[in-house]
């Protein structure tokens, strides 16, 4: 029987005690799961699971980290998310475009760093502002972003319905432009992305951050540079926002307009942490979940079940309802998110079979 | 806690249960399968529900009336998108494998934004995409897009037309030089996409034209309208789709423009378009395809064979035959028509992607066809190639009379010789991009 007590289990040296899964049972859990999403899924999963759940749910969950990296941890709040998705994709397309021969995956990134000096100068009237008075410059971000991509053709390449295209997704000479590949290809950069926000977090960095995020006044008298550390998680955040808006763009839809990324998508992105769990890693995965899965479920059952009984306009309707009722229900049960959820499963299975 | 605990495993099991459903395939052959990326909630369910409705209708008089095409029974099932992008590549994802058997023939999602994000699937997954009267432009170029079918009518045939039109009401192009044309336009990939070839059309005929964005949904255009009444336009080419139509009518009554000079384009023709203005918005005009109307034999004999059936997609019959529903039985027209083609080269049977694109390929409908087909009038004459998608690309227009549209003018064609190098040249910059070899159209058959 498999048990998750932590007996036995002694560090002996610091680099183990700082590890993040100190039980040998979390750390083969993370690697089986690692292997199912790299070899069991690209073997079992249809186009299907690929384009329409996996990597739309993969990508947002990358949204959810920048975002969290901001709000949840940093305590910085912000409805830009979605502005600084779509400047790191179309930074991304504009490096392919206008670099000859520059590979992908390096443009994704240079795509971040231009969303992360985005980020960092919506980030600056948080050095003054604070809360719900910061949401509405973050506010502000969004609408200048989205005006001005779309009212600029140089961004979109004069493209004359101001829509940018994926380029071959081609790396060291394989094509990942099939629904695995794209998957393999989403899934890396997201595994990667995840590791280095898990370090992060726990780095000096990260603890300054949560302490501004609980008292920045506090923080400052302790001697935690302030501004430093918010434009650090402006910038960091934005980084992250912009490689899921490179992914969300090139390999899930393989076109998008800048309207792709308007105000819902940031309210959606919101949502997910909220939903996932705020100062949460694994709360991204959960929210992103809750919010790409569920209504996708709705639709299919509501497809197989409910076709011919109503009409199906009214069943896409029924969905919504029933889609808020269960955030409510969600958020009234747990409104620390779905992440705590799961942090007291996990604290009742490592007593298991005692009860706490 | 354990109520939680609960709730966790009851969504596993309805997570499976969901997953089940969705794949649980019965097998049942013999039928030709539509997917409808259809949209009947959100700001653009007048279209959606008109289109698919008709769509549907048309399917069903098929199968009721004449047992099928040739026999193959036709059947469909819809996934909401919404109009928005991401549901309508999951709905394209989850619906092209064919229902229980049954391969999907076309999709028809009626939306640029989903069909741009379904262009390279459709292609690689081998099902044709019909943007019946919209789509990108260039896919006209069958040689570069052979998937991709801008049936009747694409964007730059449209707005060529439209100039034509006002260029007779000026009395002739020369007349045409140092007029003001204002386009407001849908702030998406389909309100855009005729910007460039309207200034070429300006440079040509030696009037200004001013491109002027209404952001979507489009519920509110007063700084816009009074941007058009400072630059004061002979003419507003009204780019419009869903909300955005009436509010443009009732804005420029209220600013004073007069709507009988704002001429509204395939998406703003229709009576959900002009009827919520009320009374200003009498004497709009706009073009069209397919007029309004039920007095066609063929949508008689769905008023026989479906409605009275009970049978109708309709839940308000009092839109049958409006000109989204219209636009409807025509798409269904010639989605059937494509099937029929293509089952006399490869048989009588459920037919795959690929051979209902070549169905649709050599689509040639005459005026005796559209006489078999009791659509004289409704559907014009259409001969599709490997080079050329579209086919037709003539209009007529018709005028708002307060309740109904009154048909003003005969077929407008649009300049299609003008247009196709324009085409040509995009699309092999297109082809260049994506590193496609256009076929040689020369050689086919």
Redesign the interface.
């Known amino acids: 029987m498999l048990s998750l007590t932590g007996s036995g289990q002694f560090s002996t040296r610091y680099a183990q005690d700082r590890r993040i899964f100190r039980l040998w049972q979390a750390r083969a859990g993370l690697a089986v799961l690692l292997a199912v999403a790299y070899v069991v899924v690209p073997l079992w999963a249809s186009?299907?699971w690929f384009?329409?759940i996996l990597i739309?749910f993969l990508v947002l969950s990358l949204a959810g980290l920048g975002l969290n990296l901001l709000t949840g941890y940093a305590g910085q709040l912000s409805l830009g998310s979605a502005a600084f998705m779509a400047i790191g994709a179309f930074a991304a397309y504009n490096f392919q475009l206008r670099v000859e021969g520059l590979p992908f995956l390096v443009s994704f990134v240079l795509g971040g760093l231009v969303a992360a000096v985005a980020g960092v100068v919506s980030g600056l009237p948080s050095l003054r502002i604070k809360g719900f008075y910061l949401i509405v410059s973050t506010l502000a971000a969004q609408f200048i972003v989205e005006w001005t991509l779309?009212k600029f053709g140089w961004f979109s390449n004069f493209n004359?319905?101001?829509?940018i295209?994926a380029p071959?997704l081609v790396m060291l000479g394989t094509d990942l432009s099939s629904p695995a590949g794209r998957y393999l290809l989403t899934l890396s950069v997201v595994t990667a992305l995840f590791a280095l926000a898990g370090r992060i977090v726990r780095s000096d960095l990260g603890r300054n951050w949560m302490a501004v995020r609980d008292m920045d006044t506090a923080a400052a008298v302790i001697g935690i540079p302030v501004v430093r550390t918010k434009l650090l998680a402006f910038a960091i955040s934005s980084f992250f926002c912009g490689v899921a808006g490179s992914l969300w763009a090139f390999a899930?839809?393989?076109?998008?307009?800048p309207?792709?990324f308007d105000l819902n998508r940031s309210f959606q992105v919101l949502f997910i942490i909220i939903i996932g769990g705020m100062g949460s890693i694994l709360g991204n995965f959960l929210g992103a979940a809750f919010v790409v899965?569920l209504p996708?479920?709705l639709?299919?059952?509501g497809?197989?079940?409910l076709?011919g009984v109503i009409?199906?306009?009214d069943t896409?309707?029924l969905q919504?309802i029933l889609f808020g009722v269960l955030i409510i229900v969600f958020l009234i049960?747990?409104p620390e998110g779905l992440a705590s959820?799961w942090r007291?499963?996990w604290a009742?299975a490592r007593v298991w079979p005692l009860r706490d | 806690m354990s109520v939680s605990r609960l709730s966790f495993r009851r969504l596993a099991g309805a997570v499976s249960l969901g997953l089940a459903l969705a794949s649980g395939a019965v097998h049942a052959a013999g039928e030709q399968y539509f997917p409808l990326q259809s949209y009947r909630v959100g700001p653009y369910a007048a279209g959606g529900t008109g289109f698919f409705g008709g769509f549907i209708d048309y399917m069903q008089l098929i199968n009721t009336r004449d047992g099928g095409v040739n026999g193959v029974k036709l059947t469909w099932s819809e996934c909401e998108t919404e109009y928005v992008v991401e549901k309508g590549v999951e709905c394209y994802e989850r619906l092209k494998k064919g229902l229980n058997g049954a391969p999907a023939a076309a999709t028809n999602p009626l939306s640029v934004g989903i069909a741009y994000a379904t262009l390279d699937r459709s292609t690689a997954d081998r099902i044709p995409l019909i943007t019946i009267n919209h789509g990108r432009t260039d896919s006209t170029d069958g040689s570069v897009f052979p998937y991709v079918f801008p049936l009747q009518l694409n964007p730059y045939s449209e707005v060529s037309a439209i100039v034509n039109y006002v260029g007779q009401r000026e009395g002739g192009f020369e007349k045409l030089k140092g007029k003001k044309i204002v386009t407001l336009y849908h702030g998406s990939p389909y309100g855009k996409e005729t910007i460039p070839i309207l200034d070429i059309l300006a440079k040509k005929y030696g009037f200004t034209v001013t491109h002027i964005e209404v952001p979507h949904p489009g519920t509110e255009q007063q700084s816009q309208w009074l941007n058009i009444r400072r630059i004061k336009p002979d003419w507003v080419i009204l780019r419009g789709w869903g909300v955005m139509n009436p509010v443009a009518l009732k804005t420029a009554a209220k600013t004073g423009f007069p709507v009988d000079h704002v001429i509204g384009n395939i998406w703003s023709n229709s009576e959900d378009d002009a009827a919520p203005a009320g009374d200003v918005a009498k004497g709009y005009i706009s073009i069209t395809t397919h007029p309004a109307g039920t007095d066609f034999p063929v949508l008689k004999d769905i008023e026989k064979h479906v409605l009275k059936a009970g049978k109708g997609n309709l839940q308000d019959p009092k839109r049958f035959g409006n000109v989204y529903y219209n636009l409807g039985v025509v798409n269904g027209i010639l989605n059937v028509e494509a099937v029929r083609i293509a089952q006399a080269k490869f048989g009588k049977r459920p037919l795959t992607g690929e051979e209902v694109r070549w169905g649709f390929e050599h689509l040639n409908i005459d005026n005796k066809r559209l006489q078999e087909l009791g659509a004289v009038g409704l559907v014009q004459n259409l001969k599709l190639s490997c080079a050329d998608h579209e086919g037709g690309g003539a209009v007529r227009f018709q005028q708002w009379d307060g309740a109904h549209w009154k048909v003003i003018s005969d077929w407008v064609q649009a300049d299609r010789a003008l247009l196709r190098p324009i085409i040509e040249k995009s699309a092999a910059a297109y082809a260049k991009e994506k590193g496609i070899t256009p076929r040689n159209c020369a050689k086919e058959s």
């Open positions: 186009d299907y384009s329409a739309p779309t004359p319905s101001g829509v295209t071959p899930y839809l393989g076109t998008v307009e309207h792709g899965l996708l479920l639709s299919n059952l497809g197989s079940l076709a009409a199906p306009g896409e309707n919504k049960r747990e959820l007291g499963l009742r």
